[in-house]
Structure formats: structure tokens, C-alpha cells
């Protein structure tokens, strides 16, 4: 039976309704730390719902069960990253943090003995462009072989800041520290380390795809850029990544600071992305997260991640050749 016109206009041209996702998550890009009684948040212009150290953890861990995110990757001060261990016990795992100034990164030695005892999983997140520092520069050479050598993830803060920061909290913050091809002196010297782009790089779209493209080791989380900035503006940078053909390689992550509510925020950013299919949703909010972190609990012997990516460059090459 054929439909009249009119009506196969109107419903050609309604809008695509994005079908809801109710699986489970993984947050590579939560932080625990002081609470910020009455702070605003730069999305909602509400306040915090949490007025005490003890509200944000425990709100925090209610969101994550509201909306089954089955592990968080936590960083922050080592008091409240162990708190919130003891606290959310399998679903956390603590990182080496490097913030905006409150918290220095331990010296390499400590963050062994850390790393030895389990204590710390994962090296981020590493906000060293809030400090004026090039994570590919020689004062970070110490801590990506400690990082390679123990198969640890690092997580480099990439992108912008809060407006205003470098002349706030943060006079050392240049823009051009965030471009995500800073890194690929690091990557060329390293390249069995496993590392994601934090924020995935915005505003730097092509530098991204660039980066992505080339290290196929590197992965990348779409935390704060669900949440604060335009929603529109975020579906086009996240939509532009998935046609790209990254998808295997995007993270869901919230970096929920002082806001619980920020989860739900993050959540519903890209779960309301219409482009996407229920099976890229399941890759971004959880599966490309698992493969990354090895929660099979897989480790590559030493040696194996250079094999392996100079298999996947010669087979990319060849592929573009037969082409």
C-alpha cells in the first residue's frame, strides 16, 4: 500500500528519536576530592547537590549504580581516592593525578611502590597543560617508561580549560598544550603505552583524527564536552569521530568534579546522540572501555605492542595500496 505525499513527507522529515541505552558503563574520567558548597554548575547554573566531602562520594557512587556503570576510574587527592575505594570497592580504580595546582604528581619512585601494591591502576588524569608542561618534554620521560613498563594506561588532559582559567588558578595555561599532536614525539618513543586522549581532543577535531589515525593504540574519552559544552556542538564533534571510523576507539567518561549530577548529564549526551546505532552505543559506553583497560586481565608481554602495531601499519599500508 502506497502512503499519500503528505504523510510520507512528514514522516521522512520527523526527527530521528535515539533508542535509549540501559547496559553497562565504564567511566574512565571521574574525580573525587573537596566538595564546592553552592558551586554553580557551567552547564545547569544549579548548584552542587553535594554540600560535604562525604555527600560527594556518596552521591557519586549513587549515580554510578543509578545508571550501571560498573567500574569508575577515579583521580584526585590519595585520602579521597582511598576513601572512595574502600567506599565503591571493585567499581573504582584509583590514578596518579596531576590537576590544576592542588595536587602535584608523586615522585616516580612513590608511584612505583603504588603501582606494586595495586593501590594505583591507572597514570591520570595528567593535566599538565594547566601548568605551562608538554607531557612529551624530558620531565615526563621517567613516568611513561614507569607507566610501560607496568602496563599502566595514561590519561593526558587534551583540549581547553574552564574560560578564564589562565587568569584564574591557572596563569601557566596555554591553549596550544592542548592540541593532541603534542603528543606524538611520546608516542613515536613509546609505542607499546597505552594512552587516551582525555576531553578527545575538542576543540582540535582534525588533530584528533590525525592522532587516532596514525597510533592505533590510542583511544580517547568523551568526558566534560557531553555535558558542558552546547549539546549540538558536541553531537557534530562526536559524529564527525564516528564517521571517521573511530568509534572502537571512544570511551565514555563524565569527569564529574564537584557535581554528581554531571554524570547524568554526561550520560545523557551521548545516549541521546541519534546517529548512533545500539551497537556503537555499547562500544562507547562500555566495550571499547574493557577491550582498552584489559578487564579480561590479558597483559601484552614486552615487546608485543611494537609487533603488533607494525602488523597493523603494514597491513593499513597494504590495504591502501590495493586500493
Known amino acids: 500500500m502506497r502512503l499519500p505525499i503528505c504523510l510520507s513527507l512528514l514522516l521522512a522529515s520527523a526527527p530521528v528519536t535515539a533508542q535509549r541505552y540501559d547496559g553497562p558503563i565504564i567511566d574512565v574520567h571521574l574525580h573525587v ?3 564546592a558548597p553552592g558551586a554553580p554548575n557551567p552547564a545547569t547554573g544549579e548548584p552542587t547537590t553535594a554540600e560535604t566531602d562525604a ?5 557519586t557512587l549513587e549515580r554510578m549504580r543509578r545508571h550501571g556503570i560498573v567500574l569508575g576510574l577515579v583521580s584526585g587527592p590519595d585520602a579521597a581516592m582511598a576513601s572512595m575505594r574502600r567506599a565503591g570497592g571493585d567499581s573504582i580504580r584509583a590514578g596518579a593525578f596531576l590537576d590544576d595546582g592542588r595536587t602535584p604528581l608523586p615522585p616516580p619512585e612513590v608511584l612505583r611502590a603504588a603501582f606494586e601494591r595495586g593501590e594505583l591502576q591507572v597514570m591520570g588524569e595528567i593535566a599538565a ?3 605551562g608542561l608538554d607531557p612529551a618534554d624530558a620531565w615526563f620521560e621517567p613516568y611513561l617508561a614507569l607507566a610501560e613498563e607496568f602496563d599502566i594506561p595514561v590519561g593526558l588532559h587534551t583540549g581547553l580549560a574552564p574560560p578564564g582559567a589562565a587568569y584564574g588558578c591557572c596563569p601557566e595555561f596555554r591553549i596550544e598544550l592542548g592540541n593532541p599532536l603534542r603528543l606524538e614525539p611520546m608516542l613515536k618513543r613509546h609505542p607499546k603505552l597505552r594512552v587516551w586522549l582525555m576531553h578527545a581532543g575538542w576543540p582540535f577535531l582534525q588533530e584528533t583524527k590525525a592522532l587516532l589515525y596514525m597510533y592505533p593504540q590510542v583511544h580517547a574519552d568523551l568526558s566534560v564536552i557531553n555535558w558542558i559544552i552546547p549539546r549540538g556542538e558536541f553531537h557534530d564533534y562526536l559524529q564527525a569521530l564516528v564517521q571517521a571510523g573511530f568509534t572502537d576507539r571512544l570511551m565514555f567518561g563524565s569527569d564529574q568534579m564537584v557535581w554528581p549530577e554531571a554524570i547524568t548529564l554526561a550520560v ?3 545516549d541521546s546522540a541519534p546517529f548512533l546505532t545500539p551497537a556503537q552505543k555499547r562500544a562507547i559506553f562500555h566495550d571499547n572501555a574493557a577491550r582498552f583497560l584489559r578487564l579480561d586481565g590479558k597483559r601484552q608481554p614486552n615487546g608485543a605492542g611494537q609487533a603488533d602495531l607494525a602488523d597493523q601499519a603494514g597491513g593499513a599500508t597494504a590495504t591502501l595500496r590495493d586500493r
Open 55 to 59: 555527600q560527594r562520594e556518596t552521591m
Open 129 to 131: 597543560q594547566y601548568h
Open 268 to 270: 545523557e549526551g551521548v
Open 33 to 35: 576530592g573537596p566538595a
